[in-house]
């Protein structure tokens, strides 16, 4: 069987599965019933044809033919039929009633010899001999088909929404493509050489008409372009290699590889595999360089944008994550404002948490029970704001609401969800371009959304952790000041003693290069160094001569029971062991357990020093304030026997050059040598 004839049958099969798939998936719409007839007489349209060019004798020929040509006006009427009920047009009454005289009338010239009076035989088949009426014909089926893409055209530039845009975009394409096949059909009746494309077309407008019909978001046309121009240029590509190869094959080796058939035979199977090592890595080439053409100054920032998505994923900060969220898509999709709202940790309101371009006109939040926030959980694909006046889900928000998005100028909202819950909400204005955002953008907009919400809802986690956390610290903090000062009320010769040990101990551990959580943790133990004296009898404490063995042994109990009355604390640093080392010394003659060298703890050494140069300079019941000089005197000379080297060096570092340091902690001026 030729092409001659089996064209005609792909046609046939193919407006059947559409004509079943528009039967199964096809959306309830009003559109759908004239869009089925529409269909159904492309249909027979292959189906005529195929009889026609497989009729033995012209004259029954002849009858098909005019089945053919009543089956392409009849489809004429129904696409126009069809375009008005997809846009819900109301035309013109009067050119409504014109149009379907001049369909009837034709429809009525089809049986007689003044549209087709006979067939006859050309080049490629068998092609009609037209009556002196076929200009009317073709003038009939031309207005309908017409009048159709006038009102898709019309309704393309009223809409704002893009997925009713980008279907009309398919059907009109589709329709440029049958004019193009309808009119090389009878062009070989006029005298004109050619070969009759019409069948084609009409296969090419049905697939495209079917899937405008069946999908909602569907790509746009430039990205089908974009598509189809990659896997062009790799085409062509391919073919350049493989014409290339048979001359150069059928040149070089013209005798070896006689006839023809065997060269290209064998360069077909060269060209499958280059084409198998080549199409995967050089297609993203390909598309890349188009890519280029289309989006010009928005390639880089689309694939920042695209790179982005990957990224997120690594993101903890919430800060870091929101703020390049807003930049990377200001910037790709060419926003003039981004806004991200984020749900208020107390109240769950959604206030402006980031945004990118210029600031908020007035309050930009919404209320976590208000209208948009809840409409919005369940949207899972981008909003146009347009879309709000007549979608029946949005036509309910109310006009405080519908004034925020207008005074910001918003153009796109997306909500961002993470299991099913309202993670976050999206607000994009206008393009710097005045353009609408396409349907490529928005399913760019709403992979980036889907991907960003679980970071989003991560570093939100993360976020509420390090605040509570840091609301556990502060109670922390509060608790050992308190305990502090309740230990400084019964020895007032002492008060502020426990804190400025702390603030020199953590002074001296920064100067060390230790980390800010170690720092912490050692002016935690510094503040309760002294916690145990709560044993000691005040009269002890206060004592202006000199202690007895007796009194001196219950003083140096302090360290023991001050770890006892912590013990049931469980610290995230060493401080109980800190506190209970640090009168020890490195050569073991300290207390109360005699510990020497690297068995007292680092924090423990870093404390101790920090308490003697305190002790040491400032005033005691039993001598006046010695001064910082001789507090530094006596930790160098003792260094390396009682105290830490490294401890003193980094003490006495500290008082050189941190003057600062000394007003902080009330002690005398620096030493000078």
Known sequence: ??????????????????????????????????????????????????????????????????????????????FYRFTISLTSTRPNRIAYYVTHAIFIIALCLVPTDFVVKDMQLMWYGKAPVVGPLFVVYIFSAYALLVSGLVILVKSSRRSSNMDEKTRIQYIVAG?????????????????????????????????????AMLRYNLLEMKMMLRKGLAYSLMGILLAAIFGSLIYLLSSVFETALSPISLTITIVSVILTIIATTLFQPMLPVFQNVVDRWFFRERYDHLRTLKRFIAETKHIIDLNQLTSSLVTSIANGMQSRSVFLLLPNPKTGNFTTHTYYGPSPAGELSFKANSLLALTMKDQDTPVDVKDTDVSPTFSILSEEEKSILTRNQIKLLIALKAQEELKGI?????????????????????????????GIENALAYESIQQEHGELLEAMDGIIHAMSLVVETRDPY???????????????????????????????????????????????????????????????????????????IEFPWPVKQAILQHHERLDGSGYPDGLSGDDVILDARILGVADVVEAISSHRPYRPALGLEYAMKEITSKKGTLYDPKVVDACVKLFRDEASVLRQLQLPVAITS
Not at 183 to 211: E, K
Not at 526 to 539: A, M, Q, R, T, Y
Request: positive net charge; hydrophobic residues 50%; charged residues 15%.
């Open 494 to 568: 002492t008060a502020g003693h426990q804190r400025r040990v702390a603030d020199l101990a953590a002074a001296i551990a920064r100067t060390m290069g230790l980390s800010e959580w170690a720092i912490r943790g050692i002016r935690v133990a510094g503040l309760l160094h002294d916690v145990g004296k709560l044993s000691v009898p005040s009269e002890i404490l206060t004592k202006p001569g000199k202690l007895n063995q007796t009194e001196f042994d219950i003083i140096k109990s302090h360290s023991q029971v001050s770890y006892n009355i912590l013990e049931l």
């Open 426 to 454: 999206l607000l994009l204005s206008n393009k710097l371009s005045g353009q609408r955002y396409s349907t490529e953008d928005r399913q760019l907009l709403k992979t980036i959304c889907e991907e960003v919400s679980v």
């Open 175 to 211: 329709m440029v493509v049958t004019f193009i096949g309808g009119t090389t059909d009878y062009l070989p009746a006029l005298g004109v050489s050619m070969y009759p494309l019409g069948i084609v077309g009409n296969i090419v407008f049905c697939a495209l008409a079917t899937v």
């Open 1 to 78: 069987m030729s092409d001659y004839l089996i064209i005609p049958l792909v046609e046939v099969v193919l407006t059947l599965v559409l004509i079943v798939l528009l039967l199964v998936r096809g959306k309830q719409h009003a559109a759908r019933r004239p869009f089925f007839f529409f269909l159904f007489n492309m249909n027979l349209w292959g189906v005529f044809i195929f009889l026609m060019r497989s009729s033995d004798k012209l004259s029954t020929a002849l009858v098909w033919e005019r089945f053919v040509f009543a089956a392409i006006l009849i489809g004429a009427f129904f």
